[in-house]
């Protein structure tokens, strides 16, 4: 069992399965992240439908858009409910003058800001089902509640948002980690061998057009 990150006694996985623990791990191709603590959800945190729209920042790049667009509110990704591919964008935050009141909050823990707002790919935290990851375009902030993966530059999200979402990824997951909680620590230490696929983007974008015309 010494291939496995954290040396788990998985004796009922098959030689094939064994065999998957020779590939690098996600977090040496991707960026794995926590989400923010904001020490007072009932009063930063809404729906995006409770307010007007004029209220609300959509699609900034960075921290830049955001300022110039001089909104009180900020979409952010704080987890949900399960769903593959796309969803669970319902939530907003309080985030006027750069998030200045949750930054001071005596509670709040605001987690790597240099990466607000890209595009990632996202799971809840903490779920009693199963395992499921989608895509987040750009202009999101990022709650505790959602952890996810970040990737640089000309990496391509959709190949590995289609292994996340694998019977392979699910199988993995549940050998290192067969609790409720999905940090992005045991996320980043699943075995990934990233090869570039047209086939498999294009299969990927058609699952999140799907899931996206169900949410709509």
Not at 72 to 101: A, E, M, Q
Not at 108 to 116: G, I, K, N
Not at 129 to 154: I, M, Q, V, W
């Amino acid at each position: 069992f010494s291939k496995i990150p954290g040396l788990p006694i998985a004796y009922w996985i098959s030689s094939n399965m064994y065999l998957v623990f020779d590939n690098p791990p996600i977090s040496s191709q991707f960026i794995p992240k926590f989400g923010m603590s904001v020490g007072d959800g009932e009063r930063f945190t809404r729906f995006w439908f409770e307010l007007a729209q004029c209220d609300i920042a959509f699609e900034c790049s960075n921290e830049n858009e955001y300022k110039l667009q001089n909104r009180k509110w900020c979409v952010v990704d704080k987890g949900g409910t399960f769903r593959r591919w796309y969803g669970n964008k319902t939530n907003i935050l309080w985030w006027k003058n750069n998030g200045v009141d949750i930054k001071t909050h005596p509670k709040s823990a605001v987690r790597s800001p240099q990466f607000f707002f890209k595009p990632h790919i996202s799971w809840t935290l903490v779920s009693s089902g199963a395992y499921s990851a989608r895509f987040f375009e750009k202009g999101f902030l990022l709650d505790t509640a959602s952890n996810c993966l970040y990737f640089p530059n000309g990496r391509d999200p959709f190949v590995v948002l289609g292994y996340l979402n694998s019977k392979v990824a699910s199988n993995i997951l549940s050998i290192l980690n067969p609790t409720i909680n999905m940090s992005c620590g045991v996320v980043g230490s699943v075995d990934f061998n990233f090869v570039k696929s047209e086939k498999i983007e294009r299969l990927v974008r058609h699952s999140i057009s799907i899931s996206l015309a169900d949410c709509d």
